[in-house]
């Protein structure tokens, strides 16, 4: 032994090959205690299969694994639990109709006072910032709230260790900024923390140290504070980072006109929708801001015809009065919808991408006396992988196959190529990597210019700042009025995120009351 | 300990290889129960599975018992592809039947050749009426369909009882129960001299072709797989669920109830309590190993037709009771599965953990 302090984690070499790809080739790094170490890269990147040989749930083919100096065979992720490990990951794994607290008893092989371990969820919600109802199911909760549960599950076990990948996607700034402290706060106990993502602004605040892989390989290891994001990035994609350009136009005729949407929802714990009004313009993209949870999913639900309304008259497509119209329907006058769920909802996983681009662009002359023209559809979705980019095994490789970001460039392709007339988009960019999402807003853009009325609900915030025109802040399932986005600031909208903005009656929930702090 | 892994990549060769070689399990299943049984296992093998093939007879009874396997396996493949579950295609063929016979003793008196136009007409709207019961409560109670559809079997089976004691009995006939002999008008004409292959084999074969380009080829039969695959994809694109349960049931209970017009018009000639053998059940092992494949439905139902025909053999000349060839189905169809699980995830052998 040398005087030098042990590594908490130190991985050497370490190789994981697919049947077709190559993971990891050969990666090492090293986590000291008490240390935030980034591990940056894009989607694809190798950077969860890393995390998964860490946390056990694959097994390198080659390199070899240090937990505090000691070579170790991590078998599986109750083995890496025992060792010190957490993990909070990217694709969340709870059990739907459980609540909370019962996910977590399960998840910590607990037994006894359930009553005992919703007091102690409460304790650390509260104080790390993530607020959660332990009583609730999961199937009621929003993405943001189960990733708080995730989040909250793994500081039980009280970790050595603590692996996050990508936390921040689905909190407020205010939010993530508390996440931060709280992770800061956990470093200083000692507890190392290993963060992925590709968000260089965070890893430049947060982390101490920075592993950059590329396609499976560490192309880099940097003091990010000593960094600029332009020389983080050409690590992470070997080039500059692509800005989007935009164009000069002038807001047309309101194409997508919602008034007084109200509803109740089905669900005990979901959001009620109260009096939503806005306009969406030709030639314009409106962004809505809020923390997920607030009411976006209803309002989705109701704005893509999936749940259609009693009514007709709360929602206009260029028009036409369409609150009790389907989807399909509402496609025959013009509007394309992104989802947030891409495998499943978006698309059919096993389906070929030739066949899921017939899921909605039946209507582009694909049909013919309700016969499906094969050559037509295969050029269709020929084209939409052609011009977006899709990187992928052609049109009759399988939608499961593609990775997330790909499979977006599909999905988002598959909509515009119908020059929809509006375009709704919820999470244009969610778990996508930068080179891709730069693209997908460039194309919303473009899109845009070319008279379309597009809406987009997400919760990066500066993403909305960068591509649209105005923003409007759900809340509690209120909407917020529309601030041009030259006339407002992140903080602004970030108050109004917790459902303060002037006019609104000022009830605050738990969860609002949260978000602001 | 054995465990159960999840692979990484589902093989598609062997999706296709795992019916097949669920029949191969289920030969060496049929052996070794030979030779259990104190049976010579390759005689039991020559008399259950070849000699039901050895001339132009054995082999024109093998396409009649596959037939209404053929037309009920493809109606029923339409909905399993969106997961309507149609359980009581038994139901559905009898009282396609009963609507049939009803047809043929009603005009009894007549020679047109309307008459079996009519026949198959009500035959398929006798099944559709019956399958129409659990797609009405399913789309408008959210009933189960599996159970009402099964339940459903049983009150058409001791309807049609009912009516060949009452009152569609055979006046002249010494109170058995059963219907007048039909009219030559009522019966479909024979393929083959000297055989009972009639003209419902080549129903069949076109309800099997029609069934091929509905699922491949329609947009309808598109929507009805992505609903299979994945309701919210289907809910998001927008297609509709309850017509596609309607469409599953309608062209289910159409399939099989004229599958129950063929057999009382083809080779049983009369309305009986027994005019189904089962057929509605077996269908469904067909369609399953058939992979809901017009193509494969083909083959599977030669198959299933094959051992019905060798439990009537193994009967007469292995002195074996007549429920062997539901124990060569069910062997069949728990091969399948087992032979399923394997494409999806992997055998591994584990040490114990210690601690």
Known sequence: MNDAPTARLELRGITKTYPSVVANDRVSLKVMPGEIHAVLGENGAGKSTLMKVIYGVTHPGAGEILWEGERVRIRNPAHARALGIGMVFQHFSLFETLTVVENVALALELSGDLGLLARQIEQVSEKYGLPVDPRRRVHALSVGER???????????????????????VLTPGAVQKLFETLRQLAAEGCSILYISHKLDEIQQLCHVATVLRDGRVTGECVPANETPESMARLMIGKALPVPELRPHSPGAPRLQVAGLSRDSDDPFGVELQDIHLDVRAGEIVGIAGVSGNGQKELLLALSGEEPLAERYPIRIDGVEAGRMGPRARRRLGLGFVPEERLGRGAVPSLSLAFNGLLTAHGQGLLRHGLIRFAAMRAFARRCIERFDVRCGGAEAAARSLSGGNLQKFIMGREILQSPGVLIVAQPTWGVDVGAAAFIRQQLIDLAASGTAILVISEELEELFEICDRLMVIAGGRLSPSRRVSETSIEEIGLWMSGLWPGADGQATVERADAAS | MLRLEPRADASRLMRYLSPLIAVALMLIGGLALFAALGKDPLEGFRVYFLNPLRDLYGLSELLLKATPLMLIAMGLSVGFRANVWNIGAEGQFIMGGVAASAIALY????????????????????GMAWAAIPAFLRTLFNTNEILTSLMLVYIAQLAVSWLVHGPMIDPDGFGFPQSKMFEDSALLPELLGGTRLNAAFPMALT????????????????QMRVAGESEPAARYAGFAARRMIWVGFLAGGALAGIAGMAEVAGPMGQLTTHLSNNYGFAAIIVAFIARLNPVGIFFASLLMALLYLGGEQAQQYLGLPSSISNVFQGLLLLCLLGADVLINYRLRWKPAEAG
């Open chain 2, 207 to 222: 309800a099997l072709g029609l069934g091929y380009v509905f699922l491949q080829r329609s947009f309808m039969g598109f």
């Open chain 1, 147 to 169: 990733q708080r549960v995730e989040i909250i599950r793994c500081l039980l076990q009280k970790p050595k260790l603590l692996i996050m990948d990508e936390p921040t996607s």
């Open chain 2, 107 to 126: 005009f009894i008196e007549s020679d047109s050749g309307w008459v079996l136009t009519g026949m198959v007409l009500a035959g398929a709207l006798g």
